[in-house]
């Protein structure tokens, strides 16, 4: 009594659910309301089914039928065995059973088809669509046989087939119909749940500066007196109402830096014209200018048909704009800046000296700008829009540089690095330039507030090296840039060319006074050890790697090796590494007296500081320094 | 284009009135667009628009779309089938009938929709907004770019909109210049999957799950290996174009004809073909991570990263590829050499066998040159195979466009299966559209190399994180093929040197 009492409860439960088609294969679930079924695609057909008694052309009945193909509904229930069978079930237990092949409209028999409409009146029936307008008892024998036609009275009757107050299209059904009942309503439930589930939002504005909203801020600001509108848009014919508030007051808390009002719009700014963009949490995004939209165009909806939602974009506008799920709103506009630091640039030479501030060179003839990049001795390149002054054409009308001169540019912390004129004035690979902007804002302190770098319309790349940053001074030498290089080999092979010399010494800029006979010299330059990093083992070599990796092999100087120094004309002396190790008292020096090393040294010296207490067994000075060899016992 | 149907139009029309006054129609469908009366383009027509020279020749089905003008919203779709009509009202209907295709057939308009199969068309009406953009911007980089440009063109020329094609050679540099610089992005470009991340790092492409979730039939097209191709955290920048493949290819006259390569033993099959000649086996870049991918895949390095995209240089599939390569090198098969030097060697006879991309064929059909291609075989001493990379090419819709509505058209069009066909006929790339590449008039070897790439291949991870493994073992290899360091020695360096550069 109590599992019929059940039963009838439930099926009395599931009539109230009535309008829904619940898909099932195996633990998938499908639920389709009306809403749903209403979106599907439809046929629209007329068709004669026989019966028992009428099946000649003058006893047919045609009817008017319009429904969904049965196909659409089995494409959401994802992969089906092809020898599967699908049982429709009605809401009162009535079920037929049919081969997936027929529902699948693979054969003659006719399109399956869960009808919406028969002769105009609502419902839910399976019926089938044939081409020739009916559907015969030979057609059904044919295409079923005998386990899954129809009967009546012992006769085919292809009527038969028809189900009425279709519930269930269920894969491999097992007959359970309460179970049925009973899952169904626990899925219903679930859909219900859901819908009251609803996610919380947040909307990101980013503009001059940025700012976040979430459902909080809207119960704020409507608590503060903000009032949000009702409006009534039109989206496909039907119309529906919105609780909105106008784009522009979103847009107004970012626009420009505010002091007060939080929804102080920029109005002229709009009028100037920027690109806003609004993007949504799947991802799609569309922009337009401020110039083709009036502000009045477009609102963000934070609740539809009184039900709070995320928010939207709606307004009298073209549909791509009605982004559902908005999450970001972009505004285009120049990013609020703090005050550029105060700085001057010198420039001096053998015609004089002068210093410029940033701005004057901002309004000078020389400013320029575009695309640059540098890679570093790690092989990280870095690309920006650069805006500064060209060195090149600044330095010629300004200093009367001419090709056959050397440019030196010192930093803030002392890194120095020449330039030659010719390089700096030709501009096949780019121009160089003092730049103190980076994509569009000023460059600060480090490596601002000037760096020199490249630009061009090809992006052009320079080592890192030479790309100076800090720069504080930039200085013409009418001497000619002379290149060199300094061979290393040992474990590994390299050759440094004079740029990465420079800037070798520039880091680790040593000093020693070395005493000859007749004079006492100040040599700068770089502590041979620090050299020997390169080639003393094979894997690992200054700035090549993290800066955690230590490059200089340690252990393997203080199990100790022969290094030779050659020079050019062939001289050679050899030490050994227990004495360089870490002895900053041994240079290879690049210039002496704070000029550059006289010919008969130029380019690289082997130096040592007279009065050092630790010093090199044998070592002497050697001049003209071109290769470093290490060699392992 | 358009207009020239409009004119048509007319008089179709005229034809239809007659047809109703008992003349005989000679039209075989109606179509209808928001009430106004379009022609059905003929064949002539439609192997223009897809750059078929010939039109008596049979063409892959085309994009029912492309009987339209260019849609916003498609709001409802009425086709007068034989003895029904069929009513269409769904959501995205303007994406979903870019995935339903059409053909003419002894005189009848075809057109087949997913789940309701191929149906005779006597009629049909849409009503919809039509897509007002008419203006775009699209840069391409790489192979391919005079084709694209003309199969462009002609979508141009057709729907009656302007494009404006760039071939830019460093895309993802330019853009980031040019995003700085608040200067206009272009509306669609061409990208890799190693350079999505760092694009989507600078917010200059849009996420396109919008695309998939309006027409789940989009995915169900592709390739089901290159799906993945473009995905960020989860989430597809870019939609699958086509892609190349890394393959082997056969030196015949070194090899001779009856050579296959399907299991590494046939490695040394081929070493001792060559007997005493001074040939080497087989060469390629065995520097580069790229080319050391398929083995490590081969000993059983699946997935490359790990699941928050980590690198684990230490797993035992990395060792034991290296040791294989070393074993293929110190028994004098294996040569291990750069692109460029590699390919000059094979050309000139020194070289059996090379790995390469596939992006090579046409370079070797040109010279004319007896090339066996095989896909790349099985390693029995793993029991999988070496998965060569599918190298894909997809395209983006920027984060700014204002004209998304065509930006979608656009890669809608290029996607379609008869221009996948016959862009990746001509460019011999692997088309992304599943259907395509059975329809691809391909030498025998090539079709089967494709086929079978597409089942063992994978996409590259777009993960920066395997671009920083690939830049430290651009160094570490070399030491190791060198001799001056350990295989050991030269895992841990390198793990090392990648989790410093991952922490960085």
Known sequence: MRKWLWFGFLLLLGCCLFGEVFLVNGDRWVVLEDSQLAVLPTLSFSVAFHGVTNTSDENLETENWRGIPLSVLLGFLGTIPPDATITLIAQDGFSREFPLGVLRGAGSFGTPVLALEREGEPGQWLTFFAQDGQVTNEDMLQELGEAFSSFHGGQPSARGLLVKDVRYLVVNWDGDLEALHEQSTHSAQMIEQQGEEKEEWSLSLSGAVDARIDPSDLQEWKERGVHLEERVFARKSTERRYEVLPLWMLVAMVDDLHDEHPFSFAQQLWEDGYLLTLTAQDGYAVSFSTTEMSTQALFVAFSEEGEPTWPKVVGEVSGKFWVSHLQEIDAQVPRAQEDAPSFTLAFSGPSGSFSRTLEQLRESEFFVEGPGSYTTSAGTRYTNHYAGVDMGALLVQQMGMTASDTVEIIALDGYEMSYSAEEILDQSSGTWILAFERDGMPLPQDPGPVRTVRIGEATPNVDGHNSLKMVKRVQVIPVAYRPFQLQLSGLMQTTLDRDQLQSGISCHRQRVVYQSKENSDTYTGIAVWRLLAFVDDPAYAPHRQDEAILSYNQELAAKGYSVIFHAVDGYQITLSSLELDRNDAVLVANAKNGSDLESGEWPLVLVFDSSAERLPEGIKKVKQLAHIEIVLP | ?504
């Open chain 2, 1 to 504: 284009m358009m207009y020239k149907r409009m004119y048509r139009s007319v008089f179709l029309l005229c034809t239809v009135s007659l047809a109703m006054l008992g003349a005989t129609a000679w039209a075989s469908a109606e179509l209808w667009c928001n009430g106004q009366p379009l022609a059905l383009p003929n064949q002539n027509e439609l192997s223009w628009l897809f750059g078929q020279p010939n039109p008596e020749e049979t063409f892959a089905p085309f994009p029912f779309a492309c009987l339209f003008p260019l849609m916003e919203e498609i709001h409802e779709i009425v086709l007068q089938l034989e003895g029904s009509q069929l009513l269409l009202q769904e959501e995205n209907l303007a994406e979903k009938v870019w995935n339903w295709s059409a053909c003419l057939s002894s005189g009848k308009l075809v057109v087949s929709i997913p789940t309701l199969g191929e149906n005779p068309v006597q009629w049909v009406r849409l009503e919809g907004i039509a897509c007002t953009e008419k203006e775009l911007e699209i840069w391409l980089s790489r192979e391919g770019v005079l084709e694209l440009r003309e199969q462009l063109q002609r979508f141009a020329d057709w729907f009656g909109v302007s494009l404006h094609i760039l071939e830019i050679p460093d895309i993802p540099a330019r853009l980031q210049a040019y995003l700085r610089a608040q200067e206009p992005l272009p509306d669609v470009f061409h990208v890799e999957s190693s350079q999505l991340e760092e694009l989507v790092d600078f917010q200059s492409v849009q996420g396109l799950a919008y695309l998939f979730s309006q027409d789940s039939q989009r995915l169900q097209s592709l390739q089901p290996n290159m799906r993945d191709a473009f995905l960020v955290n989860g989430v597809p920048y870019a939609y699958p174009f086509y892609a190349d493949t890394q393959m082997a290819f056969v030196n015949r006259e070194l090899a001779g004809r009856d050579f296959v390569l399907q299991d590494e033993t046939d490695l040394w099959e081929l070493a001792a073909r060559l007997g005493s000649s001074d040939a080497w086996a087989c060469s390629w870049n065995a520097y580069s991570l790229y080319w050391l991918v398929p083995f490590l895949r081969g000993f059983g390095m699946d997935p490359l990263l790990g699941c928050t995209n980590t690198v684990d240089v230490q797993h035992p599939a990395v060792s034991q590829a290296i040791d294989f390569l070393l074993a293929l090198r110190d028994q004098g098969l294996l040569l291990p050499e750069e692109r460029d030097a590699m390919t000059s060697l094979f050309c000139a006879g020194e070289v059996a066998l090379i790995l390469s991309g596939s992006y090579m064929v046409p370079q070797f059909e040109r010279l004319e040159m007896e090339v066996g291609m095989f896909a790349l075989p099985w390693n029995s001493r793993g029991g999988r195979w070496f998965s060569p990379v599918l190298d894909c090419k997809g395209l983006a819709i920027s984060a700014r466009t204002k004209v998304p509505v065509l930006s979608r058209r656009v890669i809608d069009f290029l996607s379609c299966l008869p221009v996948q066909q016959r862009f990746c006929e001509q460019l011999r790339k692997i088309p992304a559209r599943r259907e395509a590449l059975d329809r691809m008039s391909l030498p025998g070897e090539l079709q089967q190399v494709f086929r079978k790439s597409l089942r063992t291949g994978f996409p590259l991870p777009t993960a920066s994180s395997y671009g920083i493994w690939k830049s430290v073992f651009w160094k570490i290899l070399r030491f190791v093929f060198a001799g001056q360091m350990s295989v050991t020695q030269a895992l841990q360096s390198a793990q090392q040197l990648v989790d410093a550069n991952l922490s960085y």
